[in-house]
């Protein structure tokens, strides 16, 4: 096998890699000397990852990448969306592929975004996006109001039980519980036990109603505090004035919003508050997979 094709015949994800970076072996030598043994590991520095990304869309290219004959390339779902119209030249594009591309790609690897946070996962440019959804190392922020403070989600339970649990608001996973509020105060957060995980429930006033919201604060990494839960509202007084609201699997989030949610909310219509100003709900919540 020549350089050339040592150089060209890395793995989609292995880091560019060269065998036969020339070493002199004696000064005055012109002899290369080329052994699986001595693989030198080129590395370089791509200043503009934007190169990577498709130039209609600004996605990340990722596999199939395409070109007009021109040179002009495209994601697969912009030439999709282009009905194969190239857009700078209007030659047909979405059939040849831009396989140098692909493979550039392929092999630049882009760490986690989070990695200042801890994770040491690595990927190939445009999938650490996917992943970072699913990071378990994003950053989740304090719900308490007025509070900026922000950290992995552990270090985030002992900064609220520290600072700002009063008594009493907290839930144990199966077991009924109050959750009371006042409409105007907007959330109330309950803790998991001590130094559990967060779940923040909202409260959004609007001229028809009032928007009930429950969220955990938590990444959204697989087999991280996954709940789901019941929530139930009676008027007081009123017995016949009763709703429930439940999720098989409650939403997480890393910071709360105080925008008012356009789904995965209890409505509670204005009449039936007949003039209160607090919501005197119970809340059940279990975790998933625990459920009886
Ligand atoms: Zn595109
Ligand atoms: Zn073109
Ligand atoms: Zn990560
Ligand atoms: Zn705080």
Request: charged fraction near 20%; charge should be negative; proline fraction near 4%.
């Amino acid at each position: 096998m020549s350089n050339a094709d040592q150089v060209f015949s890395g793995g989609a994800s292995s880091s560019y890699s060269v065998v036969g970076e020339e070493t002199a072996s004696e000064a005055g030598d012109d002899e290369v000397t080329v052994t699986e043994e001595e693989e030198v590991v080129r590395s370089g520095t791509l200043l503009e990852l934007d190169l990577l990304d498709c130039p209609v869309c600004c996605h990340a290219l990722t596999s199939p990448i395409f070109q007009c004959d021109n040179g002009h390339i495209a994601c697969s779902s912009c030439c999709t969306n282009l009905r194969n119209r190239c857009p700078s030249c209007a030659l047909p594009i979405g059939v040849y592929r831009n396989r140098m591309m692909e493979r550039l790609v392929e092999a630049i690897i882009v760490q986690c975004p989070n990695a200042k946070h801890g994770c040491t996962d690595k990927f190939s440019y445009g999938k650490e996006l996917i992943h970072e959804k699913e990071c378990s190392f994003a950053l989740c922020y304090c719900p308490a109001p007025g509070c900026n403070f922000s950290d992995l989600c552990n270090d985030l339970y002992l900064h609220y039980y520290d600072r700002h649990r009063g008594s009493g608001e907290y839930f144990r996973c199966g077991y009924d519980g109050q959750a009371w509020m006042h409409i105007s105060d907007k959330i109330l957060v309950l803790q998991e036990g001590r130094d559990g995980p967060l779940v923040a429930i909202q409260c959004f006033e609007e001229e028809q109603g009032v928007y009930v919201t429950v969220n955990c604060i938590t990444p959204c990494a697989p087999g991280v505090s996954e709940f789901s839960f019941q929530l139930t509202y009676s008027a007081y007084g009123a017995p016949d004035r009763t709703m429930s609201f439940g999720l098989s699997e409650m939403n997480r989030i890393q910071k709360v919003s105080f925008q008012t949610p356009e789904k995965d909310f209890m409505f509670v219509p204005r009449y039936f508050l007949n003039g209160q100003t607090n919501l005197k709900m119970n809340i059940c919540i279990r975790r998933r997979g625990e459920e009886q």
